[in-house]
């Protein structure tokens, strides 16, 4: 009976390895300023999670391919030059740091809980988030000036006016699990 008891925890305990559908999955970023805001999208690169018994998400990693933000709210030469200077060293400087990572090594109810690295810089991030089949979709916020993104900051210059550009970069996501 114990030797049931020990197997049946460790069954129910055990992570199993399940594929993301790269091509349903989508993350969408936005970013305000005093006068107004962009938003855009952005994509995985790779991605791996691990699952319970229950087919619930217990951990997971998250490449993004930060050479592919792209704004959808500018076209023509404005979108040229605002994609060019959001891959710049100003925000992400993709050409030193072409990758971001996001990693989930806890999940309860309401919230993935993790570590959110940019530009190399690491900080923890907890993220709310719902589940809906085999589809999780949340919102993660981040505070850019944390990863050394301060171009525009009101925290760090002065006297930008309506040229400020808030600190808090927010992340619609939606993630499928094959």
């Not at 952005?42 to 018994?53: C, D, E, F, I, R």
């Not at 993709?94 to 809980?113: E, M, R």
Request: aromatic share 12%; hydrophobic share 35%.
């Amino acid at each position: 009976m114990k030797i049931l008891l020990l197997l049946s925890i460790f069954i129910s305990s055990q992570a199993f390895s399940v594929e993301v559908d790269l091509g349903k999955s989508s993350f969408s970023w936005l970013g305000t300023k005093v006068t107004g805001k962009h938003k855009g999208l952005v994509s995985l690169k790779k991605a791996t999670v691990k699952t319970n018994k229950k087919n619930t998400l217990t951990s997971g990693e998250f490449v993004i391919d930060l050479n592919t933000i792209s704004v959808t709210d500018l076209e023509g030469e404005w979108k040229q030059k605002f994609e060019g200077h959001i891959k710049s060293p100003d925000f992400f400087n993709t050409q030193k740091f072409p990758t971001s990572k996001l990693i989930v090594n806890k999940v309860d109810d309401k919230f993935l809980y993790g570590k959110l690295t940019i530009k190399g810089k690491t900080r923890p991030v907890t993220i709310p988030y719902k589940v809906n089949g085999k589809e999780y979709k949340g919102t993660m916020k981040f505070n850019r000036t944390k990863f050394d993104m301060v171009y525009g900051s009101g925290n760090f210059f002065k006297n930008l006016g309506d040229k400020m550009i808030h600190d808090e970069v927010k992340i619609d996501f939606k993630v499928v699990l094959k």
